[in-house]
């Protein structure tokens, strides 16, 4: 049974202020919760309607709950319409502690991906679901960076969040203190295919805002940029299509 209370605090998770308030985010849909189970996610506290739970492709999903602890709560299909944050819900949802945010280990010389004042959240899930594709388990987020833990962006990322070891607020200069390569993406860049990096130096790929690119403070910081070559129409390629394309070419140099 769920109680006016938790309806009303899991409804107010979708601004940030009450994430950082009661240290929750909401995680929706089959996929990202999957994931949430799988990586043994600290105080995950899920919620499904009777017909999710009744249908047959959720059979085996049901199954590996009742091995964990979780906590499983059946609800109306008129209450998951409030928790949800989409038009048709999914049927099932989910809360869970926010990662707490330790300093981190730029010693460990692992490549990164660093995310300079990326807005759009469908853009951002995306990223952080193809850095977890490319085992590049590292994401930096730049000040002004939309919230990684935004109820759209964790849908977009289909579960990666559990995958990843995600920092907020961080400055590009840290890395330049640990001799990374800073690598960032500009359409004058040198073509992607003639880029060359070494082995012995981990990177870190910068992809900069959808309008405006990497910062204006950030490029003196950057060692070489790189760039998509056009072989047919149009103006530029979306963000998180250019993040995974080069992220496919540098992580298999």
Known sequence: MITKTEIKQIRSLSKKKYRKQYEQFIIEGLRPITEAVKS?????????????????????FLQTLQKTNYVLTTVQESIMKKLSGTVTPPGIIATCSLPKQDSPDLSKRVNWLYLDCIRDPGNLGTLLRTAA???????????????????????????????LSIYQNMDLSEYKTHKYTAVGADQNGTPLSNITLSNSMPWVLVLGNEADGISLRNIPLLDCTVSIPKIGMGDSLNVAIAGGIILHQITSL
């Open 40 to 60: 043994t996610t600290p105080n995950l506290q899920i919620y499904m309607t009777d017909s999710f739970a009744q249908h047959p492709k959720h059979v085996r």
């Open 133 to 163: 594709w490319f085992h590049v388990t590292h994401v930096a987020f730049s000040p002004g960076c939309i919230d990684p833990y935004n109820q759209k962006v964790v849908r977009g990322g289909m579960g990666s969040h559990f995958h």
